[in-house]
């Protein structure tokens, strides 16, 4: 059951619908619409001099005891922006905390290297690094060469920067960015040198390994908030409160629906409950049960099951004639928000 | 205007790129900008090549020049960097000769009346026992299917031998040391150091007898597949038992009672547990629930986090195509 069709819609929507926007993906743009207005709105506070709180990560406060150390023993710091390419929402992260930690390094005048496994990506790390020693007063401490370009083959790639560990020690080993298979291959090569390892990425089947492998990893989101939070610049701290403000609506919104499709599950009728039972018999027999025939491509949602469990048709002629009880227009209005719910979160467009 | 121009650009192009998307994919609209954005990503892709290729160039020959140690990987490195090259640029036809010959009814790894073209390379002599290891390799080259019972001899571009027989099995090389390294890591973090820790280590062992045919252990196997409920829930109160036990000692009695309630709590839990219940399906429920719970609790963030970074860098908060900061 949808909310509306597409054919049911005015014949100029349907017209924007065919050449101009693409209504399936209007979750989408409700979603971009109101977090983007969050974080703009928690920039501007973060403008106007508001304090904002940001909780501590330790993965982040450890990257000055990293470079410390580095400093002390006289070794380089190795910095792996992972494997993705410019355009990755990861890389672009782990560049912003390149250009911070560069900054650091510049202070401290140690060793910096950056093996790259994509030019591009080198050509911005190159400028991003130049401009943090510009930033630290000290241009003349940059090195062309500290900024290289090793394969754009991922194993090619681990095996050089596995060398590069067991050859030259980096006291403290950074693996930000968007990682593969190449992870555990790089990581353990790393940690089997006893360098300080700090990683961080958003690939989910990754971060066990970075976990296992290394002192300090930054999961999921940390990395995109590791920029903001070791720079303390107010503009990307307000842009860092904003997104966890827009995860707070979203956990509360799922809480309010959970508790809208229990109720209604719970609320359904129970001749319903009797032919759930049957079918479930039906199942453990191993009976055949009768195909549904369909014309949707899509597949109904939770909300849209409840509903049908629930509506007048399916319950019965005898339930038609009644008078709904208040309990009952309170359920259709939780299986209404429940619905609308299911639509706005159905989230096609991340897909 | 060195600083002002960058950012409108990055601005205006993300724009577009964002209404793209919301565009209906059949519209001529759609199909135009796609074909924009490909062909410019092919335009800057070939520069950053040539960016790539001046870099290591630069790097390696500094090193060779500076006689660093280690400059002979370097002096290794170049050559074939410059040997791959030649290949791609030289005829097709230049190649190693490749014996060719069918084997229609040929029973690898018991799959019957597979059509495969066997394929032998010159360098390494022509034998018959060879068969099965170079059906492997035929399975990834170009050869066409060959008919017939005759052996034809034919030239594989040197490129795609050196990218079949040289690049791809080193790569492999490189990826089967994960086996190894999962194993290190693995022993690693099973370690009970801690109550969080003894917990993935219980997960984690239930995860991987669900996941290998444990019962084709002789004598114990089965024993084990049948008693699952019995191992996992005894393990589980056993060890809380112990933990309850040590913080009695010492005299931690509020954690105490806690874990020893705990312990109860998970015989209750067990006595109500349908006996049918194996590892397989408690290696389901661990992947389906809390595992997926918690991947998506991540995703959630990744998703907001990118969209945060997407905001800044079109709003020219951060620049980092500039090297930093706005």
């Known amino acids: 059951m949808e909310l509306f069709t597409i054919k ?39 403008k106007s001099g508001a304090y904002l709180f940001v909780r501590r990560i330790p993965g982040l406060e450890s990257i000055e005891e990293a470079l410390g150390r580095a400093t002390e023993i006289g070794r380089p710091i190795l910095y792996i922006s992972g494997i993705g390419g410019e355009s990755d929402m990861q890389t672009i992260a782990a560049m912003n905390i390149l250009g911070n930690v560069a900054e650091q390094i510049a202070h401290y005048d140690t060793d910096l ?34 900024v290289y370009y090793l394969s754009d083959n991922q194993f090619a790639y681990a095996s050089a920067v596995s060398g590069i560990m067991v050859r030259e020690k980096p006291a403290a ?88 499709d229990t109720v209604a599950a719970i609320t359904q009728n129970p001749e319903q409950k009797d032919a759930i039972t049957e079918t479930a018999a039906l199942e453990t027999a191993g009976t055949e049960l009768p195909v549904l025939e369909t014309t949707s491509t899509e597949l109904p949602t ?17 339930a038609t004639e009644k008078k709904p009880s208040i309990t009952e227009m309170v359920v259709a209005g939780f299986i209404n928000i429940s619905k609308f719910m299911h639509k706005i979160f159905d989230l096609k467009a991340f897909k | 205007m060195r600083n002002y121009l960058p950012p409108i650009i990055c601005g205006v192009c993300g724009v577009i790129m964002m209404l793209h998307f ?27 090549l040539f960016i790539g290729l001046a870099s290591l160039v630069h790097n390696h020959g500094n090193r060779i020049a500076r006689r660093s140690p280690g400059w002979g990987y370097s002096v290794i490195t170049l050559s074939f960097t410059a040997i791959v090259a030649l290949t791609g640029i030289i005829s097709q036809n230049v190649g190693p000769s490749v014996v ?95 109550w969080e820790a003894s917990l993935l280590l219980i997960s984690s062992i239930i995860i991987l007898i669900g996941q290998v045919p444990i019962e084709e252990i002789p004598l114990i196997g089965k024993w084990i597949m049948g008693h699952a409920q019995l191992i996992v829930y005894m393990s589980l109160i056993l060890y809380i038992l112990y933990a309850a036990m040590k913080q009695f ?49 991540i995703l959630i963030g990744v998703q907001l986090g990118s969209l945060a970074t997407s905001i800044k860098i079109l709003s020219g908060i951060e620049k980092p195509y500039m090297g930093g900061r706005g």
């Not at chain 2, 209906?24 to 335009?43: A, D, F, G, Q, R």
């Not at chain 2, 705990?262 to 661990?286: H, N, R």
């Open chain 2, 100 to 194: 060719s010959k069918p084997l229609e009814k040929y029973n690898y790894d018991n799959r019957k009346n597979q059509d495969h073209t066997l394929i032998t390379h010159t360098l390494f002599g022509y034998k018959d026992e060879t068969y099965k290891t170079n059906l492997v390799a035929a399975a990834t080259s170009d050869a066409p299917e060959m008919k017939g019972e005759e052996i034809t001899v034919r030239k594989v571009p040197l490129f795609m031998f050196f990218y079949n027989y040289v690049i791809m099995p080193m790569g492999a090389t490189t990826f089967s040391l994960l086996a190894f390294y999962m194993i290190t890591a693995t022993y690693r973090a099973m370690r009970a150091k801690s």
């Open chain 1, 302 to 318: 939770i909300g849209d099951a409840i509903a049908e469990q629930t509506e007048p048709e399916n319950v019965g002629t005898d």
């Open chain 2, 22 to 48: 919301f565009l209906p994919e059949n519209t001529m609209l759609y199909k135009t900008m796609m074909e924009w954005v490909t062909n410019s990503t092919i335009v800057v892709g070939v520069f950053g």
């Open chain 1, 173 to 260: 080993n950074f693996l930000l960015g968007n990682y593969a298979a190449e992870s555990l291959i790089i990581a353990e090569a790393g940690a089997s040198t006893g360098a300080i390892q700090i990683a961080g990425t958003a690939a989910i089947s990754q971060i066990p390994f970075f976990i296992v492998a290394c002192d300090y990893t930054l999961i999921g989101e940390e990395l995109f908030a590791a920029g903001a939070y070791v720079s303390r610049e107010p503009l990307l701290l307000g842009s860092l409160k904003g997104q966890d403000i827009a995860k707070l609506v979203i956990i509360l919104i799922m809480i309010i629906a959970i508790i809208f």
């Open chain 1, 8 to 46: 049911s819609l005015p014949l100029w929507l349907q017209y924007v619908n065919e050449n101009w926007f693409d209504l399936n993906k209007l979750n989408a743009l409700i979603g971009i619409i109101i977090f983007g207005s969050l974080i703009v709105y928690f920039i501007r506070r973060a």
């Open chain 2, 249 to 297: 000692f010492s005299r931690n009695f509020m954690t105490c009672g806690i874990l020893t309630a705990s312990a109860a709590l998970i015989g209750v839990i067990w006595y109500y547990t349908p006996s049918e219940v194996d590892f397989e399906a408690m290696k389901s429920v661990i992947l389906n629930y809390p595992n997926n719970a918690a991947k998506r609790g």
């Open chain 1, 113 to 146: 290297k950056v093996p790259c496994i994509n030019p591009i990506v080198m050509t911005i790390e190159q400028e991003l690094v130049k401009q943090a020693y510009t930033r630290a007063g000290r241009p003349e401490n940059y090195k062309e060469d500290c």
